[in-house]
């Protein structure tokens, strides 16, 4: 069973620049996670989609960051304009939907090494 | 405000030994916590989970202990072996949305 994809690996911008990055989900799941993780924290979420439906968007920075997950599958993250604080690594992850009282573990992609400067 | 916090950021244990470690969180909602694992360069691996309806959960050399009443869970390692070195981290949510990530202990198994 392939993983979850992501790209690019590693990214390097200045500040006031956009960014992309992609992710591409375990196949048949229907829940998809976007975290930042900052150098010595844990992951912190960004944004949880139910195929093409945002459920949980509210750490998500809204005036420079935006995501979309148009058919319920790939997903794109986007930063405009970046900061010099937006340097992290931002995971993607997904699991089967998850219901009340019942959850999935998550599986992580490699994550994108974003460097601002 | 963190709500799910690893107090130990690293922790250094002989191979063959027990490796413990801990987690607590503040939210008495959370119903569902998870460990996982990182090496470096690489996601987070699911290594185990406990639902609240339970206090322990068992898989090989993974346990996980969950106290409810003291809000702090813990998992176990028996025995450690030099592959389980990595970054460990705890995880909470309530009803499966918003997990809440802590910010890890760099487990060291020495041979």
């Known amino acids: 069973e392939a993983g979850v994809a992501q790209s690019p690996r590693y990214k390097i911008i200045e500040k006031r620049q956009s960014v992309a990055f992609w992710c591409n989900p375990i196949?048949?799941?229907?829940?998809l996670y976007w975290y930042q993780q900052i150098l010595g924290q844990g992951p912190k979420l960004l944004i949880q989609?139910?195929?093409?439906?945002?459920?949980?968007d509210s750490q998500l920075p809204k005036d420079r960051f935006s995501a979309e997950r148009l058919k319920g599958v790939d997903s794109t993250l986007k930063i405009q304009p970046a900061k010099l604080e937006d340097s992290a690594v931002y995971l993607c992850a997904s699991s089967f939907a998850a219901s009340w009282g019942m959850t999935y573990e998550q599986y992580f992609g490699p994550g994108t090494r974003l460097t601002v400067t | 405000d963190q709500q799910v916090k690893q107090n130990s950021p690293s922790l250094s244990v002989q191979e063959g030994r027990i490796s413990i470690l801990n987690c607590d969180y503040t939210n008495s909602m959370f119903d569902y916590f998870l460990w996982y694992k990182k090496y470096p360069a690489e996601g987070p691996t699911f290594l185990i989970s406990i639902s609240s309806i339970k206090d322990k959960n068992e898989d090989g050399r993974f346990t996980v202990f969950l106290n409810k009443s003291a809000k702090h869970l813990s998992l176990h390692i028996v025995p450690s072996q030099p592959g389980d070195s990595a970054v460990y981290f705890c995880a909470a949510s309530s009803s499966g949305n918003q997990f809440y990530f802590g910010t890890g202990t760099s487990l060291t198994v020495i041979p």
């Open positions: 196949s048949g799941h229907a829940t």
């Open positions: 989609f139910q195929n093409n439906g945002v459920v949980d």
